[in-house]
């Protein structure tokens, strides 16, 4: 089992920044590839960005890309999300999960989920 605990949401203004964080415990972290996704009310969960064990490959989905950045810190057992230039849409629950081995980007290929944190973006 690898349990993962989410933080850093909040509310923010547009054009605004927010680090997420997630922390993982249990097994060996550096044998998980790690992504992020959220979901926004009525709205079916969405992939925003994945890295693998190494931090070597990473992906964003483009409504993301440039204004986001995923990081892991293996030693620390925790893979953050820094958001930038931040828009009401990206007003959601954030997730951060878990895949054994291999980087993917659709949400039921991931193994782990923590709970979510909520961001929210006022216009």
């Known amino acids: 089992q690898v349990q993962l605990v989410e933080s850093g949401g909040r509310l923010v203004q547009a054009g605004g920044s927010l680090r997420l964080s997630c922390a993982a415990s249990?097994?060996?972290?550096?044998?998980?590839?790690m992504g992020w996704f959220r979901q926004a009310p009525g709205k079916d969960r969405e992939f925003v960005a994945a890295i693998t064990r190494s931090s070597s490959i990473t992906y964003y989905a483009s409504s993301v890309k440039g204004r986001f950045t995923i990081s892991r810190d293996n030693a620390q057992n925790t893979v953050a999300l820094q958001m930038n230039s931040l828009k009401p849409e990206d007003t959601a629950v954030y997730y951060c999960?878990?895949?054994?081995?291999?980087?993917?980007?659709?949400?039921?290929?991931?193994?782990?989920w923590g709970q979510g944190t909520q961001v929210t973006v006022s216009s």
């Open positions: 999960a878990a895949r054994y081995l291999v980087i993917a980007t659709i949400p039921s290929e991931f193994n782990y």
């Open positions: 249990g097994r060996t972290f550096s044998n998980y590839a």
